[in-house]
């Protein structure tokens, strides 16, 4: 499975031989909460448990939900300790410790 983050949503897809065939397109709906957070996607990571992250430009962070295909979305917050810092998510990272740092 090889997964493609475009300005125009993410992209999962199979390489079939020398070609890139499309599995299926995922893009932000404003009427889905289970949607991508945002069409633009800055960063993806598989993390040590296998969960799929993906940074949005001003959408937050989205988790991919591999059992139903939806995603949950993660915002910034100003009242909510613990969050996110802000919505434009420049890079995703996994420390030796499984601990997950978001770049905002």
Not at 91 to 102: A, K, Q
Request: charged share 20%.
């Amino acid at each position: 499975m090889i997964w493609i983050g475009t300005q125009e949503g993410l992209y999962k897809t199979v390489l079939d031989g020398n070609k890139l065939l499309l599995i299926k397109k995922y893009v932000h709906e404003n009427q889905d909460a289970g949607s991508l957070a945002h069409n633009h996607i800055t960063d993806i990571l598989m993390d040590s448990q296998n969960r799929m992250w993906i940074g949005t430009w001003l959408g937050g962070l989205s988790l991919h939900n591999g059992d139903d295909d939806s995603f949950t979305n993660f915002t910034h917050e100003p009242r909510k300790k613990g969050g996110i810092s802000g919505n434009m998510i420049n890079c995703i990272y996994e420390d030796p410790f499984n601990v997950l740092w978001i770049g905002t």
